[in-house]
């Protein structure tokens, strides 16, 4: 378990459904905070921990799935738990389309649910592990100059230097020199090094004209 | 001088019997009945003036019959001429003659030739020494004429109240006699001569009608006005019938209650086919209710599942502290609060689909309608969530109570409700309210329910009152005729109309009067 503070949070209008889970969360080790409507939860500030959405699907206002629309935005750490009285088959397929953890049917069973906040904060953990990763990579790769960059994008699709040199008309020498450039300004003593990087920051590989097929085997 | 005196003297005696017989002429001339005097043995001795007038009419019993002829042997004759009612009249004044008697009187009927005339005969001894008899004849043709005309009149009564399926009876105070229609015997369980008595009557009324049934009379009594009464009657074999009856107290000349004069006709029949309805109108009230929840089961199920996930996920709770040895007294109380709490809710929720569902007998009560209103969005809460309606209540303050039974109270709003959120699904969101709102006046409240969805088809807005009428696919289009039968079986009145924009369907009910709420507590 990772040493950062996890925070479980309740949105339920029904205020002894609020008080058992909040009880059943603290038995657990968790903390637990509680909010009687959506507005309340959105009103709170970002929590940057492995957090967990405990939410009732029925609520006067905005409703859970509206809630789960309003926090997309934010891209923070929360994954969401749905509660319901009742399977609806549509609404459990929206919400977990759009990355809910699971959809429990009142009445649960405790461990069912405990189970669903374990795996919630694990993957909130795997989130914010992975977005400070590529904030982190990110960073690095913005002090590239944009040739630099452009040329890193075909690196890592695996092209020579002779290859990229036609794909962006111009000299062999002169891709050589911004490859080396960027390897070093990234940190990266090889090619498998600079494709993780990119993975991690999340950008996509130069998609290659072929221009320079022609001329291989020309 | 002696002499003179003495003849003066008998002179003035003489003049005195004289006067003396001319008084007692007088006197007996003055009577109208017709009065002779016989002797021992039966002959007329004198008779006055009436006697004699009689015979010039020629309407006397036995004309041309005066002083000197033998009364009996006139009697003896017209006997054995035939006249069967003179036997008993011959045998009266010779048993008066010898003594026997002291008095004899009866009535009969003599055909004369101005007809047919009935007498009544009164035969006394005569005061004097030599016996004989005083006999006075009295002409009682119009009393009889009247009395059979009652009688007759009886009879028609009898005949209409026979074939109308009547039961009357009267009641005579002054004279204490009674008589009752042979429909009425049948009716009360009497036997044909069994006499009905005011004590009889009232053995004879159900019990639990008894009080009822004596006020109205009672109250008729006093003011002079008929009564229109419905009551149970308990007969002797067992059998309960209904009657429904109306009567009045007669007075005679001098203003005083006199007679008590009733109709009545079994509805027994009629009230059984009523109830036989009635229990029909329930049972179909029951079973769109029944169709109700199933509309609400979703709604319902939450309702409970709420408070039972509660006290299970308290109770996991409980475990797992009490597993850490975290578990400390003051925290485990708050949590067996919250769970008795919530096990109350779950069963509050139980216990309303259970009324709403179960047979009722209709049972109404003090009701206050604000309170149900309240009840029925409470049991809607999730419903309205789970249909993003919005609703809003516009509830006078202090409405006073009415009598109603509070389920079928509960279906109407429930219905009314349900009706405003199915006509607002094409609704946007944003604009789904329902307005709940009570409104006092003087003897009556009126609710409404306001929806701002599609409205009511212009053309004919009674449609929607008509069995079978619905706009929904799976609707059975029962739902607002059952609600408005049960809005007039209230005493109430259920309308619709559209509004600017959606349509308001608004019922009364009487609000419950003070001698109402008296009995109901």
């Known amino acids: 378990m990772s040493m950062t503070p996890e925070l479980v949070c309740i ?34 500030e970002v929590f940057d921990g492995p957090s967990c959405l405990v939410l009732d699907v029925r609520m006067p206002g905005l409703n859970g799935l509206g809630l789960q629309e309003a926090l997309e935005p934010r891209g923070a750490g929360e994954q969401i738990i749905f509660l319901t009285g009742h399977g609806n088959v549509p609404t459990c397929k929206q919400a977990m389309r759009k990355g809910a953890v699971d959809f ?19 993957r909130s953990e795997d989130y914010l ?40 008309q111009t000299a062999e020498k002169t891709i050589k020199v911004h490859r080396g450039r960027a390897m070093q300004k990234l940190g990266a003593i090889s090619v498998p090094d600079l494709v993780r990087l990119t993975q991690r920051a999340g950008i996509a590989p130069a998609i290659p004209s072929l221009r320079h097929k022609a001329r291989v085997s020309a | 001088m002696f002499l003179a005196t003495v003849i003066e003297e008998r002179a003035t005696v003489e003049e005195t019997l004289r006067e003396s017989n001319a008084l007692n002429r007088g006197i007996i001339d003055s009577l109208t009945s017709l009065v002779t005097i016989l002797d021992r043995s039966g002959f007329i001795i ?35 001429a035939g006249d069967l009612s003179v036997v008993s009249v011959l045998e009266g004044i010779e048993t008066v003659l010898s003594g026997e008697r002291i008095e004899f009187q009866c009535e009969y009927p003599c055909v004369t030739p101005a007809g047919s005339l009935w007498f009544e005969i009164l035969v006394l001894p005569l005061r004097s020494e030599a016996g004989g008899a005083v006999i006075s004849h009295r002409d009682i043709t119009q009393r009889k004429a009247a009395e059979r005309t009652i009688r007759e009149r009886d009879a028609r009564i009898s005949l209409a109240a026979e074939s109308a399926n009547l039961a009357l009876w009267t009641i005579d105070l002054e004279r204490n006699e009674s008589w009752m229609s042979d429909q009425g015997r049948a009716i009360f369980g009497l036997s044909p001569n069994e006499p009905l008595t005011r004590k009889l009557f009232f053995a004879r009324v159900h019990p639990e009608d008894r009080e009822e049934v004596y006020n109205a009379i009672e109250l008729a009594r006093a003011t002079s006005e008929s009564f229109e009464i419905e009551y149970r009657l308990r007969r002797p074999d067992g059998e309960t019938r209904w009657l429904n009856a109306r009567g009045r107290y007669l007075r005679n000349a001098s203003e005083e209650v006199a007679e008590l004069i009733c109709v009545a006709i079994d509805v027994t029949a009629q009230m059984k086919a009523n109830l036989e309805l009635r229990l029909q109108r329930l049972e179909m009230a029951r079973m769109s209710r029944v169709a109700l929840m199933g509309e609400l089961t979703a709604s319902l199920a939450h309702e409970l599942n709420q408070p039972l996930t509660a006290i299970a996920s308290n109770a996991a709770a409980g475990r797992r502290f009490l597993q850490q040895g975290s578990l400390e007294p003051g925290m485990l109380d708050e949590l067996l609060v919250d769970v008795v709490t919530d096990a109350r809710r779950a069963g509050a929720v139980i216990h309303g689909i259970h009324n709403f569902v179960r047979k009722n007998e209709g ?19 999730s419903d309205l969530l789970g249909r993003a309606a919005s609703i809003e209540t516009r509830l006078a303050s202090a409405v006073p109570l009415i009598k109603a039974d509070p389920i079928q109270l509960q279906q109407i709003l429930l219905n009314l409700v349900m009706n405003a959120l199915e006509a607002m699904q094409t609704t946007p969101m944003a604009e789904r309210r329902i307005i709940v709102s009570t409104q006092c006046f003087e003897d009556s409240i009126i609710t409404g329910v306001r929806d701002f969805g599609r409205g009511l088809p212009r053309d004919d807005l009674d449609k929607v009152f008509t069995h079978f009428y619905s706009t929904k696919p799976g609707g059975m289009g029962m739902g607002l005729t059952i609600v408005r039968s049960i809005v007039e079986a209230h005493g109430g009145k259920l309308t619709a109309a559209n509004t600017e924009k959606g349509a308001q369907f608004s019922f009364t009910l009487p609000i419950m009067q003070k001698c109402e709420m008296l009995q109901s507590t």
Not at chain 1, 109 to 122: H, I, N, Q
Not at chain 1, 149 to 168: D, H, Y
Request: hydrophobic residues 40%; neutral net charge.
């Open chain 2, 363 to 381: 049972e109404r009560r003090a009701v206050d309608i604000n309170e149900t209103i309240r009840e029925v969005l409470r049991l809607l809460h």
């Open chain 1, 104 to 122: 429990l049917i009142k009445p649960f069973d405790d461990e069912e649910l405990l189970g669903a906040v374990r795996r919630a904060l694990g």
């Open chain 1, 11 to 44: 949105v339920d209008d029904d205020q002894s459904m609020r008080r058992s889970l909040q009880r059943l969360f603290k038995s657990a080790g968790y903390s637990a905070e509680i909010f009687a409507c959506a507005e309340d939860y959105l009103a709170r």
């Open chain 2, 46 to 80: 004198t008779s006055n003036e009436a006697w004699r007038r009689s015979h010039e009419l020629e309407g006397a019993p036995t004309p041309g019959i005066d002083v000197g002829a033998n009364y009996l042997e006139v009697c003896r004759r017209a006997a054995s």
């Open chain 1, 129 to 168: 592990l992975k977005r400070a990763e590529r904030r982190e990579a990110r960073e690095r790769i913005n002090k590239l100059t944009p040739r630099e960059f452009e040329v890193l994008r075909f690196v890592i699709t695996g092209l020579l230097n002779k290859q990229i040199a036609a794909e962006l």
